[in-house]
């Protein structure tokens, strides 16, 4: 750790001496210093994704459970089983509104482990150690209204940007087909909807920034968002790039996994196990990188004058 | 990513080419004509700015019938189209496939209609294209000026105009695409009885008519590629326009399609030159489409008899015409789908083999289609599934990352939904909805059949439905000639219970309503032995273990099942009930504890509108469901990276 330079310090008052939070050099904020603030992260995840999978679960133990191998038929080459209780609506909305606000519920208060994993990959304890998860969560807390009305803002720009261009695809698709075939109509239009995604995930970089500079400077959304423009302009591409690659990774890693468990099956109990241990492993590389362009922000941010 | 998350285990390899068709039948003396009721020699010239045909023709017409014959029916379908007062567009029922108001209406107009020959007369004037106060224009009543007796042939001369609507129900044009169906003046069907099977076009009706010849003539300009119902028997360009003349016997209907567009794609399969025409950039999907037929029409032939004509023509309409897509024409079919269907998803295959499988049961069989669908779309509905289930395996519907659903248990599950609603056997427009009539008429029809199948096995099930269409070739079967046969092949009790499930809405249910498992013991109580009474508390073990399995039938219908018991070291035993009665009490007695027991463990009875009740477990034994906990719970991480990372 020789290499971590507190440099200002930024945590006045803390309860304890050895909870101040002190900012760490530019260079040193990388995601591979805070192993068990990643797995805190992924455990959050897991326990919110188990939050909302239980009644799901418990709901096909009833109907279909009662099988001497448990639920197998769902999973029964044909789908018969797996059709029939997705076609059933019994049950069906109450387990979707159960989701759907566990959901709601865990994007928001995921913001706290968000913004606790954000200071910890920005600061160190006074010793130069990780910092303590208290202190994270009590300066995760202080940006809770700033990060919320960052999700508030940003969430609905995005979703406009992805409503528009699923407008302005459509139109140009239809607006090609007595001019070209259906295919190439259908390719420019789809094209004009990469655009508008990828200008809506250009809007979650910059969210992300905004949340970095949310912390680093203690700032208000607004301010925080001013911030993360001023920290993206000299290089949009640059930046979305280092997002994306990450975010591509991730992708493949679910994809890998996927493969991996389609070719070897799920016979048995232990295949089960095994199969849900590289599930886990795909989610914590995802977190993973996730912590990492996060990383990278807050060296962006760290870099601009507030 | 989802799907990916979502995504199990290998499933089965689905078959590699094509499989043995499972039955063999003797086809030595299979018919290879019909009897030729009528000829239409016709022609038919596009304008497609307009989207106008100007048709002129004949109809030679025999009466086979032993009954003297005062009048004839023309059906002129095109009129279904032409404004909101006919049938087709008034009657209430949504919900199954297409729209009803054209963009653009379409209308067919008879300028000429006579009598040739000795008994020469003007037929138009007294006909009546309107009856009383219904303004439906769609079926036309002709008196004869003289009776028409039986043996008699008689020669209509026709001149018609058609305008097309935009595409809509099978037909009709859109851009420089036209798809021509239901075009011409078409005589009914004149059944054995002297009567007349004419009927409006209906929303959810097609058609039934007599076998003949047909000629036809089309003219179109000379950059648009022809294609048409039958083997072009002469093709010429000149003077701007492209002039093909298309002949074919033994059929009942004509259609053809003209697009400057077309690209093709040729084969001969199994004898029979096979063209997929299809535009641009749907590449893909015709040959995908090629490789089905590649598939089926050998396959078919085995089971349902040789396809006897010399050309097979796939149309796949551009996704803007799709209305056009999925129907059946004698020897022409039309697909559907976008270009870049994921080959996962076996929509292009299921379509492709669905419209193909049409011309062994509309276009061979020819039954009733109004009045009995399920003889047409519900059998030609089993047959695709049982063709693609054994061309695909378990994955018939979709195939993506091991998660497979077949074909069967898409028609089986969208089925449930309908099976109290309705018979399925009853008139086209007798359906309340059109939901209910595409749930019961293809899927209740071919999950009792495959149920059936099942039950009876397939070279039985093959060898029933085998007879039924080489008996019945050509010859318009009713019901009953379709339940004969079933009786005489597979029994008097799966004739039964086809009539039960067909015309009253028959359905069962089998459950496992409880298990019992305890360890044996000597039985308690108060005895009086020796001359001394003695009271036991509780038995003496005896070693092993011994308890019940109850399953219940509810339902008008009744099916042989297995009973599975499965005992504590996961081993299994099973038991068969031949289904009658209400219920059914295995006794179990053995070293290891039952744990559980399933009726009907290998799904036979598709028919069985709760599959989730065929399980049960002993008081001791407990619920599962990890795998699927560990599967949501994944997914749900996914999804959380995603919205809430």
């Excluded at chain 2, 029916?73 to 009129?79: A, F, I, K, P, S």
């Excluded at chain 2, 420089?176 to 054995?192: C, I, N």
């Excluded at chain 2, 059109?434 to 149920?451: A, H, K, M, S």
């Excluded at chain 2, 059914?584 to 039952?594: D, H, I």
């Amino acid at each position: 750790v020789n290499d971590i330079v507190a440099v200002p310090e930024v945590d006045a008052s803390p309860r304890h001496a050895k909870d101040r939070l002190l900012l760490m050099s530019t260079d040193a904020m990388r995601a591979r210093r805070r192993p068990l603030m990643l797995l805190f992260t992924w455990m959050w995840h897991a326990v919110a994704a188990l939050a909302i999978a239980w009644p799901i679960a418990s709901f096909v133990r009833d109907t279909w459970g009662h099988h001497p191998r448990g639920d197998v038929l769902l999973f029964e080459p044909g789908g018969l089983a797996l059709s029939d209780i997705a076609m059933r609506p019994e049950g069906h909305a109450g387990l979707l509104s159960h989701a759907t606000v566990v959901l709601v519920a865990c994007a928001v208060l995921g913001l706290l482990p968000l913004g606790a994993l954000i200071t910890a990959l920005g600061h160190a304890r006074p010793d130069r150690g990780a910092p303590p998860l208290r202190a994270c969560f009590e300066r995760a807390a202080e940006s809770f209204g700033a990060f919320a009305r960052l999700l508030v803002i940003m969430g609905l720009v995005q979703v406009v940007v992805v409503v528009l261009g699923s407008i302005a695809a459509a139109m140009v698709s239809a607006s090609l087909e007595h001019r070209m075939d259906d295919a190439a109509a259908d390719l420019v239009g789809w094209f004009v909807f990469l655009v508008f995604l990828l200008l809506a995930s250009f809007v979650g970089v910059v969210h992300d920034v905004a949340r970095c500079a949310a912390i680093r400077y203690r700032s208000g959304a607004l301010a925080a968002l001013r911030t993360a423009l001023r920290a993206v302009r000299p290089s949009p591409v640059g930046v979305t790039w280092s997002w994306l690659w990450r975010t591509l990774a991730g992708l493949v890693v679910i994809g890998a996994a996927a493969f991996v468990v389609h070719r070897v099956g799920v016979r048995d109990d232990m295949h089960l196990a095994a199969v849900a241990g590289l599930h886990q492993v795909a989610m914590l590389f995802q977190t993973a990188l996730r912590a990492s362009w996060l990383a990278r922000a807050f060296r962006l941010v760290d870099a601009t004058n507030a | 990513v989802v799907a990916a998350a979502c995504a199990g285990e290998s499933s089965p390899a689905a078959a590699d080419g094509a499989p043995d068709a499972g039955v063999a039948f003797d086809d030595a003396g299979l018919a290879t004509g019909a009897e030729q009721v009528v000829a239409y020699k016709m022609k038919a010239t596009l304008d497609p700015v307009a989207h106008t045909v100007h048709g002129e023709g004949t109809i030679s017409f025999t009466n086979k019938t032993a009954y003297t014959v005062n009048d004839l029916w023309l059906h002129l379908y095109l009129n279904a189209f032409k404004n909101q007062k006919s049938v087709f567009v008034r009657e209430p029922v949504g919900g199954f496939r297409g729209s009803i108001n054209p963009r653009d209406w379409g209308s067919i107009d008879l300028r000429k209609l006579r009598l040739t020959g000795a008994d020469e007369a003007d037929l138009l004037e007294k006909t009546e294209i309107k009856h009383g106060a219904d303004e439906d224009e769609t079926d036309a009543h002709v008196p004869l000026p003289k009776p028409l007796q039986p043996g008699e042939t008689i020669q209509l001369e026709m001149v018609w105009d058609d305008k097309l609507p935009s595409v809509v129900e099978r037909t009709g044009y859109e851009g420089s695409f036209h798809f021509v169906g239901q075009w011409f003046p078409k005589l009914a069907r004149l059944d054995p009885d002297g009567r007349w099977a004419h009927f409006p076009f209906h929303h959810l009706a097609e058609f039934y008519s007599d076998f003949g010849s047909y000629d036809v003539t089309i003219d179109v300009p000379a950059a648009y590629t022809i294609g048409a119902t039958g083997p072009a028997t002469e093709s010429k360009v000149e003077n701007g326009r492209r002039v093909e003349r298309h002949v074919q016997e033994n059929i009942h209907d004509f259609a053809w399609t003209a697009f400057d567009k077309w690209q093709r794609l040729e084969e001969k399969i199994d004898g029979v030159d096979v063209t997929v025409l299809y535009p641009p950039g749907y590449g893909d999907a015709a040959r995908r489409e090629l490789a089905t037929v590649r598939f089926a029409i050998p396959y078919y032939g085995k089971r349902y008899g040789k396809y006897p004509y010399p050309v097979l023509t796939v149309v796949h309409p551009p996704e803007r015409a799709r209305e056009a897509g999925g129907m059946e024409y004698p020897t022409l079919i039309t697909t559907g789908g976008p270009w870049y269907g994921p080959p996962g998803v076996l929509a292009i295959e299921l379509v492709t083999i669905h419209e193909l499988g049409h011309q062994w049961f509309y276009g061979m069989l020819a039954s009733n289609e109004e009045k009995w669908p399920f003889l047409d779309e519900g059998l030609n509905s089993f047959a695709e599934q049982e063709a693609l289930g054994r061309w695909r395996g378990p994955g018939s519907l979709v195939d993506f990352l091991g998660l497979t659903v077949s074909d069967a248990t898409g028609q089986a599950v969208s089925s449930f939904r309908a099976a109290h609603n309705e018979p399925v056997a009853q008139p086209a427009y007798a359906f309340e909805t059109g939901n209910d009539y595409g749930r019961l008429v293809y899927g209740r029809t071919c999950t009792i059949l495959e149920t059936l199948r099942r039950v009876y096995g397939d070279d039985a099930m093959g060898k029933a439905m085998g007879t039924y269409t080489r008996r019945f070739r050509f010859k318009h079967p009713t019901p009953t000639d379709f339940l004969g046969v079933m009786g005489e092949v597979l029994g008097p009790h799966a004739e039964s219970m086809l009539r039960v499930a067909l015309f009253e809405k028959g359905w069962v249910d089998y459950a496992v309503a409880s298990v019992t498992s305890r360890k044996a013991r000597e039985p308690a109580g108060i005895f009086d032995r020796d001359g001394k009474r003695e009271t036991v508390t509780e038995g003496k073990e005896r070693g092993g273990y011994e308890g019940d399995v109850l399953v219940q039938r509810r339902g008008t219908l009744s099916f042989p099942v297995d009973i599975e018991l499965t005992l504590s070291d996961g081993s299994t035993r099973r038991v068969r009930w031949d289904g009658e009665g209400e219920s059914v009490r295995v006794p179990y007695a053995g070293p290891l504890a039952l744990r559980g027991a399933v009726v009907d463990p290998d799904h036979t009875v598709l028919l069985d509108e709760r599959p989730s009740n065929n399980q049960g477990l002993a008081p001791e034994a407990t619920a599962r469901a990890t795998r699927t906990l560990e599967r949501i719970t994944y997914f749900s991480q996914v999804l959380l990276q995603a919205v809430a990372p």
